[in-house]
């Protein structure tokens, strides 16, 4: 008889995975993904681009590459890194993965025995969470508010436990509530890890896309002792169907992630590197980046005015300066799952919260993309929803 | 201090992947890789249909798509298994990977926690074999003759032990011996594994690349209790830079393999199966695989004629009627890393046998690839290689 790995007890199928074959139907107005606006896509460009690599690289692009990753590209994101987030590092520091997905599931590998402790931020993303339960850790989840992980909540639980290996963060407008770390806790959070010495995933996907405010210096930039993983991606400044994330990591922690990366796929696609790097060389990256963050602060602007002008005294919800995404919170008493299913017979669509919890209990909750849905969709969808809600609260 | 995870005290870099680092230098004449011959890339047809693709579906070729992978793709994998392996199934049950490597670890993941058992060929992949470790399994080796794995050892194992939860085997011009299981060989196999009811990953990229004889039917095309996983790849039949390989499985065990590959990489690159896709409707496969077939027959050709006259008594090899490889077989007392050392020294390099076995212990063979070298350097190759073993045996 057929006999699984214990793991696979305890994964389930991603509730959003599931949820987006749901919801995408033409007619639903879907808050749940969150997938970049295909209409600001390059296409025409990127045509130019990869006539370009096939013309002058051909069989290089359709070849076997390096595990390391392709080395203009890797040359483009140390550029980059050191432009946007003020990191200094250089190619030898950087590995090519199949999307940030990949690098959170080599983490996972890299640190994580069966029972060890993983610390996330209270709630986290799913697709991390599910990365990481492959190796049967215990979460522990550290208690956030209105300005991300709470410094002295997370010192107090590496005071107390000793089994703890690794932490992941997402201290820019995070997934899933759109929250922001500020300057000083982001010096007290690396504080704390220098003194406890724990390495730190820090999962960087939006970090670009700013729409009010200045940037804040990422913890790679703070990092003195060599203690932050940084995970990068082009899935939201350019397109995710190329699966171009990058690990950027010290010395001997990134040649154990080569060595995981050989034996989990050998390397990312050649061509999914080359056509990339060579658009970022013949068009404007950061051209199109300012146009993706009007388009989106646009949309983030609609929810939110919406979501004043709609949404019923109790609720409440995150008001995101970048990223994506944003977070509601409904009366505690109320689950946000029978409002979900309300909502889609509405045809309007979200993430119910309790998903983004790795140990449970918190379920009046839900995230919202503004991202992939048109200005009057979203006054339609929130709008809808606003009755539902209503109706729920009777 | 940062501590990793117990697999990574098993876990060694691929010695190939760090060995085509040292043989990447253009002097040196390399039989070590198992690369495709990239001469033979369509790289002027493979434009047009990479242009075809963003004309036609840019944004949904830059877009996130499905865990399963792209359904055109899926349908053309479902036609070539039924016209090349007589294998019937359909789109459900084919999952897209980024390469058979990543389907190889999956596949570990799936049924291995540590110290279970997984049996293999003696010797086997290396990429396999690394892909397994991380799981810290007990690797048995099945004792194999010049007509692959003896399935009489296979059953004195299985009726011996009961920990073993996946056997992993290559029926194909197996890496990295080249050999071939004969049609009763593979119904003797079957009828074993139907008794035990062990799960098999049947590792099938080169069984396209035959260069004499008949086809024989693959192991999933005799699997009448759903207990073959059959791993497919476009590596070697189209170009391995897309990283394009898929797993055929059973409903519930692709079920589980789509939550690892959610967990793991959320999808294979949307443009790196939707151009290959594209090729194969715009092209013919069919006279791309013959032209591939003639020209590494040819040059396996080659490199036996050129063995035969020039290597010394003592020294055997096997005659591979498809594939990349073949494997020499020096006297007991010669060890092939010392020829290797040698052997580069004249500029020839080739793969010591010993990573092959995961339990080690044998240190006389190599394994030699034909495929992407011309004819003059194949001779020229094979002749100082012959002078260096003749040397290294007095």
Chains 1, 2 share one sequence.
Not at 150 to 168: F, G, H
Not at 176 to 197: C, Q, S, V
Not at 208 to 230: I, N, W
Not at 328 to 334: A, D, H
Request: glycine fraction near 6%.
């Amino acid at each position: 008889m057929v006999k699984y790995s214990s793991r696979m007890g305890k994964m389930e199928g991603s509730a959003i995975r599931e949820l987006l074959k749901l919801t995408a139907k033409p007619e639903i107005i879907s808050f749940a993904g969150g997938m970049p606006a295909p209409e600001l896509f390059p296409t025409e460009e990127m045509e130019k681009a990869a006539n370009a690599v096939m013309e002058e690289q051909g069989q290089i692009a359709m070849q076997y590459s390096t595990t390391e990753g392709y080395p203009r590209l890797r040359e483009q994101i140390v550029e980059r890194m050191d432009k946007k987030n003020n990191i200094k590092t250089d190619v030898d520091h950087i590995l090519i993965t199949s999307g940030s997905q990949q690098g959170l599931d080599y983490s996972g590998r890299l640190f994580l025995d069966k029972d060890d402790i993983i610390l996330c931020e209270s709630p986290s993303y799913l697709g991390a969470l599910n990365a990481f339960k492959t190796n049967e850790p215990k979460f522990i989840e550290v208690p956030t508010d209105e300005n991300g992980l709470i410094p002295e909540e997370l010192e107090k639980i590496l005071a107390k436990e000793d089994r703890v290996k690794m932490i992941y963060v997402i201290p820019d407008f995070q997934n899933p509530t759109g929250r922001t770390w500020p300057l000083e806790r982001r010096h007290a959070f690396m504080d704390i890890i220098n003194k406890y010495e724990i390495p730190v995933i820090e999962d960087n996907p939006y970090g670009e896309l700013r729409y009010e405010g200045d940037y804040l210096p990422a913890l790679k930039s703070l990092d003195t002792k060599g203690l932050v993983v940084y995970l990068g991606t082009f899935s939201k400044i350019l397109a995710p169907g190329y699966r171009l994330g990058w690990i950027c990591a010290d010395d001997e922690i990134l040649s154990n992630y080569n060595k995981l990366a050989q034996a989990g796929a050998l390397q990312a696609s050649t061509i999914s590197q080359m056509e990339p790097a060579k658009w970022i060389d013949m068009f404007d990256l950061d051209a199109h980046v300012a146009e993706i963050r009007k388009v989106y602060g646009h949309r983030r602007d609609v929810m939110l005015d919406t979501l004043e002008k709609t949404f019923p005294e109790g609720v409440t919800w995150t008001h995101p300066v970048g990223g994506l995404f944003l977070w509601v919170m409904l009366p505690e008493n109320m689950k946000a799952q029978d409002v979900y299913m309300k909502a889609l017979e509405k045809n309007v669509a979200f993430v119910p919260g309790d998903t983004f919890f790795p140990n449970g209990g918190v379920f009046n909750c839900f995230r919202m993309n503004y991202s992939c849905m048109p200005d009057e969709k979203i006054i339609e969808g929130v709008t809808a929803l606003a009755d539902v809600i209503k109706a729920e609260m009777k």
